[in-house]
């Protein structure tokens, strides 16, 4: 197997992020084994890519932005130093979830709320037509919920809370194996996205954003990592150990194309929100965890300075971090905490001082030993580790498929979280000012 398919398929196994959807696990099985196989094909058969005419990320110069945040832009503040928001995540459970999670942090909605709505999917309701599919809006209920997007963030800021969305124009589709084929004339493609065939699909949804005239956070992406990785090619559908050419496919020849893509499309959906108006998004960017940590992976093309969009669009980054205190639960992908997160942090500050976020955060168990002591360490951590933000992964999908057991599995569990969360460093709203109002 080639480095890559050995990597992406580590990736998906231990990442909810790769495993969404209807019917996800046949999905993904096939999946699996379709890039296995492609990535084992492409490292028996293919020369070294070309990589001569790429530059080190420090010596280039990033394009300048073709937009400037409207000036009464309203965003989510990072908390101040030493202050941390602690927030929930779900997939498939977030209404009934929200309302378990409230009562386990003692009547307390958590400030920021995270889950996934990808473009692509099944839209019974609510959605708009592109080309013959019809891709999911902030109308179309959550996947596997009755509530939209729309209605859980107008509830959220009634609470002083916001909801954190993984809008994700990738996700779906690419986890098809006719994605890495062609075989799926109708797939959302990295080319559709960048030459417009979207735009009116994403005015759409900007609309609707805007409409609701409270703060929502927004990522174009999932983990940005999968969008990076196979953006590569003429196609852009291709990895950097299987195209012929890392940086001469696509744009300036001197940046890698994958991570050059995603940065473009980051940038195009920013810019068409800004047109429409939507002042009211906190725009963020993350990865999978483990970023930068060589144990994890090969990230020769993907250190941040070449996929970041820039300051100019990028409110918040950070990554994912799932993490175990036990050690016999570590591995090349699963460490402590600070294996999950100190590379990338420390490669995220050489290009830019945004707050750090991570949306998806779990401890990792079996389920038979309490957790209480990873989350006493965790929430006494955090507020001097560099993290502004974390929401906490608690659902069935999870606990049942990536080995992370619900919070209160154990008692002990709802009482360190809960002492935790008293803590000052812990506020219980989050802050939205307007640039005129942010000192910092």
């Known amino acids: 197997m080639s480095p890559a398919g050995e990597t992406f398929f580590l990736s998906a196994l231990r990442c909810p992020t790769y495993m969404r959807g209807h019917g996800w696990s046949v999905r993904f099985l096939v999946f699996a084994a379709v890039a296995v196989g492609l990535s084992a094909l492409a490292g028996c058969t293919s020369s070294p890519p070309d990589a001569q005419s790429c530059r080190p990320w420090a010596e280039l110069e990033r394009p300048a932005p073709t937009s400037a945040p409207p000036a009464n832009a309203r965003k989510v503040r990072a908390p101040g130093p030493g202050a941390v928001y602690a927030g929930f995540y779900s997939i498939g459970d977030v209404e009934q979830g929200l309302a378990a999670f409230v009562d386990k942090s003692g009547e307390r909605t958590p400030p920021v709320v995270f889950t996934f709505h990808d473009w692509g999917g099944e839209a019974e309701a609510g959605g708009f037509d592109v080309d013959g599919r019809t891709l999911r809006t902030l109308d179309t209920p959550l996947e596997g919920e009755t509530i939209t997007p729309a209605e859980l963030a107008k509830t959220l800021a009634n609470d002083g809370a916001v909801l954190a969305l993984a809008w994700d124009c990738l996700g779906y589709y690419a986890l098809e194996p006719g994605y890495f084929l062609g075989l799926d004339t109708r797939t959302i493609t990295q080319a559709a996205i ?112 070449y ?79 560099g993290v502004s933000a974390f929401t906490y992964a608690d659902a069935p999908l999870f606990e049942a498929f990536f080995g992370l057991p619900r919070l209160g599995t154990h008692d002990d569990e709802l009482d360190a979280w809960a002492e935790g969360l008293a803590d000052d460093a812990y506020p219980a709203q989050v802050t939205v000012t307007a640039p005129a109002d942010d000192d910092a």
């Open 194 to 305: 960048l030459d417009g065939t979207y735009d009116a699909y994403i005015e759409h949804v900007a609309a609707q954003v805007k409409a609701l005239d409270v703060p929502v956070m927004l990522s174009p992406f999932g983990e940005f990592g999968l969008a990076s990785d196979f953006g590569y090619g003429a196609s852009g559908a291709e990895t950097a150990e299987s195209t012929t050419s890392v940086c001469d496919a696509y744009g300036d020849p001197a940046w890698p194309d994958g991570p050059e893509r995603t940065r473009d499309i980051y940038r195009h959906i920013v810019d068409v929100f800004r047109a429409v108006g939507a002042d009211n998004v906190t725009w963020f960017l993350y990865t999978s965890t483990g970023y930068m940590n060589e144990a994890v992976g090969d990230f020769t093309w993907g250190h941040p300075g």
């Open 307 to 385: 996929v970041y969009p820039g300051d100019e669009y990028v409110d918040w980054i950070g990554q994912s971090l799932y993490f175990s205190d036990d050690e016999a639960m570590h591995n090349d992908d699963v460490g402590d905490l600070a294996y999950a997160l100190d590379a990338g942090l420390s490669a995220w500050r050489e290009v830019t001082e945004r707050p750090f976020y991570a949306p998806e955060f779990g401890i990792a168990g079996d389920g038979t030993a309490s957790l209480a002591s990873s989350i006493e360490a965790a929430l006494a951590a955090l507020p001097a580790s």
